[in-house]
């Protein structure tokens, strides 16, 4: 008993430091306010009794799931340089009009979609108080359909007169260059009970989100990647705060609303060439469940 007393501590004392350093990056939403009152917990529970702490009970991990709407990060993208929209025609379409695309500007949309959570749980004063720390995975795309397009100029198309063969589109994206939908995130989170069935939460994610275009061409409906370039690379943070309903011992529901905030940019040459409006305040709302092991 005694050594799983001094591991309870030591976990606690540990994922206070984790929770805090996060919260730190976005302190300008008042998400310090979360390492603080981790700090506290863990000091509080580093000086319980022996008798008080039964580590079977306060350990566990928490399942969250859900779907998720986050606005975009970026408004729009203009004078795009135009080594990007210089689209070479497609070569079975020798009709098709040389040049540079002329639409320069493209809109950024929101995404939305869904996210699941998982990690471990430490619960302190009899379930008053809950810290988490896990991983999370966003399955989400974007709502914009800006293709700037260039269009036939001749008739003898198969597709017909003025249809659109390439097109270039700017988006965001997490990782390798397929990879515009799965976003991977670390969580953290501290859940207060205000009633038996009502509790409070306030929690902070980081994750990377990359701005990038890619040309590419429309044929018959059908959009085939052409070529990719990197315009900025950025590590994004939310802080959220949220509001649960606890059904059973082990099911809840809840809405959270949240801030998205830039805490690092790295623009590249072609990022630098183009004129990137960023949100002035981005947020993200999101209504789930949770299920408990």
Known sequence: MKQN??????????????????????????????GTIIGVAGAQLSSMEKK???????????????????????????????????????PNDPWGRPGPIPDDEVMIGSRTGAFVRYGPKLNLFKDNLSI????????????????????????????????????????????PDWNSIFIPKLFAGIDSKISN?????????????DLVAETGYDRYDKYDRLAGFNLVDMTV?????????KMDESNYLFLEVGTQDILDKKFY????QADVDFEENPFTISIGGSLTF
């Open 52 to 90: 008080e702490v039964v580590a079977e009970e306060n350990f566990g991990s928490f399942f969250e799931i859900g779907p998720i709407y986050r606005t975009a990060l970026i408004e729009r993208v203009s004078d795009v340089p135009e080594s990007i929209r210089n689209v070479p025609i497609h």
């Open 132 to 175: 988490k720390v896990g991983l999370e995975l966003e399955f989400s795309g974007s709502y914009s359909t800006d293709f700037p397009e260039r269009s036939i100029s001749g008739v003898g198309s198969e597709r017909g007169y003025g249809a659109s063969l390439t097109f270039y589109s700017i988006h965001t994206k997490a990782g």
């Open 269 to 272: 040459d072609l990022g630098r």
């Open 5 to 34: 007393y001094l591991k309870g501590k030591i976990a606690t004392i540990g994922l206070a430091g984790l929770l805090g350093g996060c919260s730190s990056t976005s302190a300008n939403h008042g998400a310090s306010v979360l």
């Open 237 to 245: 943070g939310s802080v959220m705060v949220s509001l649960r309903y």
């Open 197 to 209: 069935s009502f509790s409070v939460g306030l929690g902070c994610s980081i994750w990377r989100e």
